[in-house]
Every structure is written in structure tokens, then in C-alpha cells.
């Protein structure tokens, strides 16, 4: 599938987001939910993936993704952000 990991995220009244002085993108989103430390249970090589992901998605633009890896970036997304971003993220992803 092909994803536009630059789209912007936008705030309800239609107003980009913002962290610090970065637009988030649903790129940039993506791989911070990425390069969060997980759990102290997960191994080396999973760890490994999920930066290789975040090197992919994280420039923006269209990036053709596997249906795991949008399944990873929904996980992960899910578990870093709350439903403002969640929600824009899902809805571009489906």
C-alpha cells in the first residue's frame, strides 16, 4: 500500500500540530512512536526492525508499506499517542 507519511496532522479546529517547532506528519509521528523504548523483554532484532521502519517512514512523502508493517505503525501509534493522533493516523492508514 501506498502511504503518504508527509500528510500533516491537524488539530480539530483544522490547525497543524505541532511539537516544538516540527509540523507532525504522520511520518514523523510514526517513527517517534517507533523509537520509543518498549518493554525490556524485546529482543535485539525486533528493536532493530522497528528502527529500520522509522528510517523508512520518517522523511515522508509516499512510501509503499506491507499490511504488517501498517499493522506495526498501528500498534505502535496506538500505544504512544492519544486519540487525536490515533485517530488521524488510522484514518489514513485504512
Known amino acids: 500500500m501506498l502511504v503518504d507519511f508527509g500528510t ?28 520509543i523504548a518498549g518493554t525490556e523483554k524485546e529482543e535485539g532484532a525486533v528493536k532493530a526492525q522497528k528502527y529500520d521502519l522509522a ?17 506495526k505503525l498501528k500498534s505502535e501509534i496506538s500505544k504512544a499517542y492519544g486519540p487525536l493522533v490515533v485517530g488521524q493516523a488510522f484514518r489514513i492508514f485504512n
Open 55 to 71: 528510517l523508512k517512514v520518517y522523511k515522508g512523502g509516499s512510501v509503499e508499506v506491507t499490511t504488517d508493517e501498517i499493522s
Open 8 to 35: 500533516v496532522l491537524k488539530n480539530l479546529d483544522g490547525v497543524e500540530l505541532k511539537d516544538g517547532d516540527k509540523t507532525l506528519t504522520l511520518g514523523l509521528i510514526c517513527a517517534n512512536a517507533l523509537l
